[in-house]
Each structure stands twice: as structure tokens, then as C-alpha cells.
């Protein structure tokens, strides 16, 4: 078993990318597609809801149907036999869950799950949605949206990740850019709490020089070789 007490696992776009989801910011990525500004932020919607639904919309239908890949299940099981692994995505997905993962922290939310503006309510979703649609709680239209966080926006169980990499002594950061923050400075705050801290991802992020240790290469190879080694005491 690994001799590490207690692991954080922060997962980006990069890991689901070889489960055909497309990352945002390659250069055939999904910015590259559309400006963040008119589909990812709060204004963005308020000018123009029909496109936001509409690009949110494209994002479910382009989930269903794709399943885990190596990567996700490695990581499903790590957290399955390690009692104290916890996974941060920024990754709106739901294939974590569907690879089985114990301890799970969606801090981006999820594409699959709406939200309502009128009463903060929440519901699964996989359907399209547009500005008429009625929230089932409160019954009043206008106000859904889908349950993930903008631009300009606080990601979502900030006050628990900041304790998880407090107490860690293990940090691993898997197909991330190092672009955005908070997420970004996960590794400083790990690596001055003492942890040990590696970076596995497809090639070096904008913060690899932060990490101390690093292993590049597709997700499906490095991460399920990296998780066996770790559960077998040999990491």
C-alpha cells in the first residue's frame, strides 16, 4: 500500500480528452472554437442566453454516450483502496463517477446537472434547455441555466479543497493547462503544506517547473502505471 497519508489528485480536460471530449485550449480545442467571453461568463449570458444554451446544449449531447477511460478507472480505483485520496476536477463531466470514484470534488460543476437563478436549485439534466424552460422546483422560466461555473465565477467547495491540500502529503495534477486559477496555485499551497507534488500530463503545463516531480506522456499509459506503482508502495 502507499506509504502516502493522505492524496490530492487535481484532473483537468487532458484526462477525458482520449475519451473523445474535446480540451479548450489545444489549438483545435474548444476555444479555439468559440470566445470564452460569449459563452462562459455570466454577461455572456445575459446578452445572449440562446447561445449559451445552445453551446451547453452541444456539450451534453457530445457526452453521451462516452465512457471512462484507463486513466478514470486507475483513478477510480486509487481512491477506492486509498481511505484518504480525494480527486479535484475541473472537468464537468460525470466520467469520474461513471469510473467509480469513491471521494470526488466537482469544483467547475457539471454540464449534467441544471441550476436555477430564481432558487438556487439543482436537478440532474441531460436534455437541451433554453430560456423558456420551467424550473421544476419553483416553476418559474427565464432563470435556468447549466451547473457550472464561468468566468468570473467562484469555483465551487473552495473551503474544503483549501484544508485537503493543507493536509496532504501527496499532490498529483493530471491534464491541466496551469492556466486557470484557482486551480493553478493548488500546487504552491501543496508543496508549502510539505507535500510531494508531480505532474502527470501529455506534455509540461505553464506551472511544471513548480512540481517536483514529473512523467509525461498520454493519460492512458502514465496515469494507470503511476497509480499502480503508488498502490504498491513504489512511489
Known amino acids: ?29 474548444i476555444w479555439a472554437k468559440y470566445d470564452w467571453r460569449d459563452v462562459a461568463t455570466p454577461q455572456g449570458f445575459e446578452k445572449n442566453p440562446a447561445l449559451v444554451h445552445e453551446f451547453y446544449n452541444m456539450r451534453r449531447r457530445a457526452h453521451a454516450g462516452v465512457k471512462p ?52 436549485d439543482r436537478q440532474p439534466w441531460t436534455g437541451d434547455m433554453s430560456a423558456t424552460t420551467v424550473c421544476s422546483t ?8 447549466p451547473d457550472v461555473v464561468w468566468f468570473g465565477e467562484m469555483p465551487y467547495h473552495m473551503e474544503t479543497i483549501g484544508k485537503l491540500l493543507l493536509a496532504c502529503d501527496l499532490f498529483l495534477s493530471i491534464g491541466t493547462s496551469g492556466h486557470v486559477y484557482p ?47 503508488l498502490l504498491a508502495g513504489e512511489a
Open 138 to 145: 419553483c416553476g418559474k422560466a427565464g432563470g435556468m441555466r
Open 183 to 229: 486551480a493553478a496555485g493548488f500546487v504552491a499551497a501543496a508543496a508549502d503544506a510539505g507535500a510531494h507534488t508531480v505532474e502527470l500530463n501529455l506534455e509540461p503545463s505553464q506551472g511544471a517547473s513548480l512540481f517536483a516531480e514529473a512523467i509525461y506522456g498520454p493519460a492512458t499509459e502514465v496515469v494507470p502505471a503511476y497509480v499502480e506503482r
Open 1 to 29: 500500500m502507499p506509504h502516502y497519508r493522505s492524496i490530492v489528485i487535481l484532473t483537468g480536460a487532458g484526462l477525458s480528452a482520449e475519451s473523445g471530449l474535446s480540451t479548450f485550449r489545444d489549438a483545435n480545442g
Open 69 to 120: 477511460n484507463a486513466a478514470h478507472l486507475a483513478l477510480g480505483r486509487l481512491s477506492r483502496e486509498h481511505e484518504a485520496a480525494t480527486i479535484v476536477t475541473q472537468n464537468v463531466d460525470c466520467l469520474h463517477e461513471a469510473a467509480g470514484t469513491a471521494r470526488l470534488i466537482h469544483m467547475h460543476g457539471e454540464a449534467m446537472k441544471s441550476l436555477c437563478a430564481h432558487c438556487d
